[in-house]
């Protein structure tokens, strides 16, 4: 087997995603940062590994998967590491949760990140520069997001809703965890690691209170806090410095999707 690169961000969900798996399989890995406030992402020397410019990317000598949850069914199938079952409905349980993990909640994520974290980021880029970058950008509607986000006061009902839908990604996990010890089956898998990417997230938009609302899932969210993936996963905290979240507004936003 050829050494195992990652293609990443460390403020991204979905290569955190790949970094729980690579530390709970404990796979030596090489990190191949993608500076994304750079829009590295968008050069040709990462495009040839994604042409989506996405991370994350994961390089094992000549093969390259991209597609966090691909990556870690990959990886698990490298380090034979038992995170996906054997028994079919198992097995579907954990799919079913890393899909609603990637289509569900990594979309939700979005707005409240663009408008919360990116937006400060982006407004402080020279005239010119997100522009350049966002021609260079395969997908129109990414690029359109970011250009919005610079531009475009913050955009407080579309906060609002990914709350909505975070509420009810949560619910949904709190009625999973009343059934069974972990997500998908009565041991830990890959639906854990895709959605403990999740509690990361909302961590760091300050949002955790939601978690008071569904008291299976914050059992949940404690023990995925204690294992030693977890902090294995965030990285160095000089590489994930404090977004500096309006914490009084995320407050504000919560209640108003609350009533
Ligand atoms: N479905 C893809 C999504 C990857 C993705 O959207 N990555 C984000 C970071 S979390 C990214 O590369 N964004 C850069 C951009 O949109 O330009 C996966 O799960 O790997």
Redesign the pocket.
């Known amino acids: 087997m050829g050494r195992i690169e990652l293609f990443h961000?460390w403020g991204?969900?979905?290569?955190h995603k790949v970094r729980l798996c690579l530390a709970e399989l404990g796979l030596p890995w090489i990190s191949r940062r993608v500076d994304?406030a750079a829009f590295a992402?968008?050069q040709a020397d990462f495009l040839a590994i994604n042409p989506l410019?996405?991370?994350?990317a994961l390089r094992i000598g000549d093969e390259i998967v991209?597609?966090?949850?691909r990556?870690n069914e990959r990886l698990n199938d490298l380090a034979d590491g038992g995170l996906l079952p054997t028994a079919p409905d198992a097995r579907q349980r954990v799919r079913a949760w890393t899909s609603v993990a990637?289509k569900v909640v990594?979309p939700a994520v979005r707005p409240p990140t663009f408008n919360l974290i990116l937006k400060v980021r982006l407004r402080r880029l020279p005239a010119g520069a997100l522009d350049a970058a966002m021609d260079r950008?395969p997908?129109a509607a990414?690029a359109d997001a970011?250009r919005e986000a610079a531009k475009a006061p913050i955009d407080c009902r579309a906060i609002i809703r990914s709350i909505a839908t975070m509420k009810q990604v949560l619910a949904n996990m709190d009625e999973a965890l009343s059934q069974r010890r972990w997500l998908a089956a009565e041991t830990y898998t890959l639906a854990d690691v895709a959605l403990s990417a999740f509690i990361d997230r909302l961590d760091r938009l300050a949002m955790s209170a939601l978690l008071d609302a569904v008291p299976n899932v914050q059992a949940w969210a404690d023990a995925i806090r204690n294992r030693p993936s977890f902090p294995l996963a965030k990285g160095p905290e000089a590489e994930r410095p404090d977004p500096l979240v309006d914490r009084a507004l995320v407050e504000r936003l919560i209640a108003a999707a609350n009533s």
């Open positions: 961000e991204s969900i979905q290569s994304l992402n968008l410019g996405l991370v994350p991209t597609e966090s949850s990556i990637d990594h950008h997908h990414r970011y």
